[in-house]
Structures are given as C-alpha cells and as structure tokens.
C-alpha cells in the first residue's frame, strides 16, 4: 500500500501540469527517433514538439476558456431545470384546480348565471310557464341557486325532464349551485306538473350520481275554465250557508228561472249539482 503512494503523488503531479509533461513525452520521443534516425518519425515527433510548446503557452487561456464554457453550461443546465420545474408544478397546480372545481367547483355571479341559463333553455321550453329566478343559499350570499320552470308537452315522460335536468348540470359542472329548483309543465293551461328539488345537484354535475334517480312531486294542473267553475261553485255555496237559505228552495227557484227562460238549462243543472253538493 505504501509503495502506491508516490505513484499516486506522481499522477497527481502529473495531472497538475500536464502541459509539461506533453511538452517532456514529445521531446524524448523526439530524441528518441533523432538517436534511432528515422527521418519520417523524426519529422512527425518535430511537429509534435512544436505542437506541445503552443500548448503549453496558451494552456492558461485554454483552461480559463474552458472553465468559462463549463461554467455556463452549468447555468444552461441549471436553467432548463428550472424551467421544467417550473412547468411540473404548473401542470400539477392546473390538474389540482382542475380536481378542486370538480369536487367543489367555482362561484359564479347572480347576473352570469342568468346569463347562462338563459342561453342553455331552448326556445321550445319557453312556454307561458318558463320562468327562471336566480336566488342566494339560505346560508351564504356567495352561492347562487335558481328556480327554473320550463314547458313542454314531451315533459309528460319523466325521462325527458332528467334529461334536462342532466343537461344543465353538465353545463354548469364548474359551478358550484345549491338545490336548484326544477319545475316542469305540460301545456299552457291544464295538464301535468312535476317538481323537484336536487339536493345532490353537485353530485350530478362531477357525474358521481346520475340524474336518473332524481324523484318528482307530480300533480294536475286545472284549466282556467275549471278554476273557474270550482270558484263558481264555493261562492254558491259560501252564500248559502252564510244566508242560511234551504238547497231546496233554492232549487225551486232555480226551476222558476229555467222555466221563465231567465237561465238556460245547462246553468240550471250546474247550479242544481253545485247546492245538491
């Protein structure tokens, strides 16, 4: 071990200054060829000498020049990591928005969601019905949700107002909306209404639930003409309980005014059934 010691001084010095140990190798093969007298050799290890002695002057600038290339190089280096380090975290910073909006997604404004309702309900919904109202959270003046009602005979079929129910929630899916309310309508006047209120309305949106499963309250809506006629039979007998006034009598009178011609027969058989009621 301790005989590899100078060897490893003797590289080492070597190596510190290597542009003489060039120039030293060059001159002995030089003197070498001269002592063996080989022209050709000779003439080779001339130009060789010659080469090492350059080497040797400009050694310093030659280093210097080539610690200033590495050196720069290490900037180069340095900056391209910096620049893909800087693009990982901003393609990891947009994945995490990305997942953020869609667990929880984004406020929106009062005036932008009504916006943007309005341009997502076809011009087929817009019945005598259609209406939407853009509300506040009970809780919170940041969080919007909406009322909407829509009409349309195809919303007869439950299957149609998931589909639209679905529609907008995939439509809004970076919005953050608090139970929306849904109301649906068959005809102008009469006909079928359902509605509901989606609690999970966020779920749908992120797609974790369906809108399949959402449940409507559904009932029958009266004419106008039928309203009417119910409103038409309360009064008749609201004024006959209040007046204390016997159906009976009340129904011979009845058969005077139809005999008179002062009513028609069908007013005198709605009336009939009304006190008889």
Same mark, same amino acid.
């Given at each position: ?75 180069? &280096? ?9 693009? &990982? ?43 939407? $109202?853009?509300?506040?959270?009970? $809780?919170?003046?940041?969080? &919007?949700t909406f009322d909407i009602s829509v009409q349309n005979e195809k919303f007869n079929d439950s299957k149609e107002c998931k589909l639209f129910i679905g529609y907008i929630a995939k439509q ?57 006629e119910l409103n038409e039979k309360n009064n008749d007998n609201n004024y006959i309980r209040n007046s204390g006034i016997d159906p009976l009598d009340r129904i011979k009178k009845l058969k ?22």
């Open positions: 071990m301790w005989k590899a010691i100078p060897i490893i001084m003797l590289i080492m010095i070597a190596l510190a200054y290597m542009q003489y140990v060039f120039v030293i190798i060059a001159f002995a093969l030089l003197i070498y060829s001269i002592v063996k007298k080989k022209k050709v050799m000779c003439m080779l290890f001339c130009v060789l000498f010659a080469y090492t002695i350059h080497l040797c002057i400009i050694w310093d600038d030659l280093v210097a020049h080539t610690n200033e290339e590495l050196a720069a190089s290490k900037v180069e &280096r340095e900056k391209v990591e910096l620049e893909k380090e800087m693009e &990982r975290r901003r393609i990891q910073e947009e994945i995490d928005r990305e997942k953020y909006i869609k667990k929880y997604g984004i406020k929106i404004s009062e005036k932008d969601l009504e916006s943007k309702l309005d341009s997502l309900i076809p011009q087929e919904y817009r019945g005598s019905h259609y209406e939407v $109202n853009i509300l506040c959270s009970y $809780n919170s003046t940041d969080v &919007r809004l899916e970076q919005y953050y909306i608090w139970k929306p309310d849904f109301e649906f309508y068959t005809k102008d006047d009469g006909g079928i209404g359902k509605s509901a209120i989606i609690e999970n309305f966020r779920s749908i949106q992120n797609g974790t639930k369906s809108a399949k499963n959402v449940e409507f309250y559904e009932y029958e809506i009266m004419t106008k003409q039928e309203e009417k005077e005014l139809l005999d008179s011609g002062a009513i028609t027969q069908e007013e005198y058989n709605k009336k009939k059934k009304a006190l008889l009621e």
